[in-house]
């Protein structure tokens, strides 16, 4: 069986660890987010990729879900000395080597696809691992200006910053009045992109953020126009339960975008793609809704609270894809 993943950071990761423990005689190949890329004292960080990287290769700190086990800070510690910003990103000593080498290779002219494959090498993470596009593609958030909306007024003045300034210093607290992905229009999907989801079997939709993760590897020119052509059936899993996201500030995307915090808007969000869908059973009431606008539903366990919960998930959402392919 082939199976093409569309995933984010955390909850993809996992999802994915799950789905190889379900068929671990599959053929998996995962296209993974880069628009959360940034530039971070001159390296290329990659921080989607580096975390199915990571969790599939068991080397990931599972309390945090993201970097390396075991890492230390000794070099963020004597970068805060020297007061080198940005502070509220840290890089740990062991993940530094992975982005140097990155930042290496590519300023050597490798293309981010060839790059990630090397380092695949060393992890071993039992799936094909793809960038999204080798282009650089960068979600940007558009807040207010500080003090433009204070006292009830609104000035109207705004300024665009990174998306990790937004979620990780910022805690995505300050509202987004927009959401941008700035190179997406001349950005081309990486070799073996098209490819993968034209051979897949199954085409999956893990419980990532919908607006920043899967968002952007839909939007990469020719990405959903081929998940739409596919033969295979599409199934998605929500990453919203219980009108929250599982973790993570998901809802702040959505409501910059307009859609509701639920499973179901987030399934209508992807109707055009989808022949399945997930939802918890503590949104079972949401069927009906998602079925309305003719995606197949069912309501299952979502919690991920270890790998066996994610493998029943995952057989789960094939078992869905075959209802599909039969219908």
Request: proline letters at 6%.
């Amino acid at each position: 069986m082939r199976i093409t993943a569309l995933a984010g950071g955390i909850g993809g990761s996992r999802f994915l660890r799950g789905l190889l423990r379900a068929v671990p005689d599959a053929e998996v190949t995962v296209i993974g987010n880069t628009a959360d890329d940034i530039t971070l004292h001159g390296l290329h960080v990659s921080p989607d990729l580096d975390t199915v990287m990571y969790t599939l290769g068991d080397g990931v700190e599972e309390s945090q879900g993201w970097g390396r086990r075991d890492d230390t800070n000794v070099v963020a510690a004597e970068l805060a000395a020297y007061g080198a910003e940005p502070q509220w990103f840290t890089l740990g000593d062991r993940d530094l080597a992975t982005h140097l080498i990155r930042t290496r290779m590519l300023a050597a002219g490798y293309p981010l696809s060839a790059v990630t494959e090397a380092l695949c090498d060393r992890w071993r993470p039992g799936v094909q691992l793809l960038p999204m596009t080798d282009d650089r593609v960068e979600t940007h958030v558009v807040v207010a200006e500080s003090g433009s909306e204070a006292a009830g007024g609104d000035t109207g003045g705004e300024r665009a910053i990174h998306f990790q300034e937004w979620w990780v210093r910022l805690h995505a607290e300050v509202p987004a009045r927009r959401i941008v992905l700035v190179g997406i229009e001349q950005a081309t999907p990486a070799p073996g992109v098209l490819d993968a989801i034209a051979a897949a079997d199954v085409i999956v939709l893990p419980p990532s953020n919908p607006v920043v993760s899967i968002g952007p590897i839909l939007a990469v020119p020719g990405v959903r126009d081929a998940v739409r052509a596919a033969a295979a059936p599409v199934v998605g899993v929500s990453p919203i339960i219980g009108g929250a996201p599982v973790r993570g500030m998901a809802d702040a995307a959505l409501t910059a975008i307009g859609v509701p915090t639920s499973a179901a808007a987030v399934a209508e969000l992807f109707a055009d793609l989808l022949d399945g869908w997930l939802v918890d059973t503590v949104d079972a009431a949401a069927v009906p809704a998602v079925e309305s606008v003719g995606v197949r539903c069912r309501a299952v366990p979502l919690l991920m609270t270890d790998v066996d919960a994610a493998a029943a998930m995952a057989r789960t959402a094939l078992d869905l894809a075959e209802e599909a392919r039969a219908r």
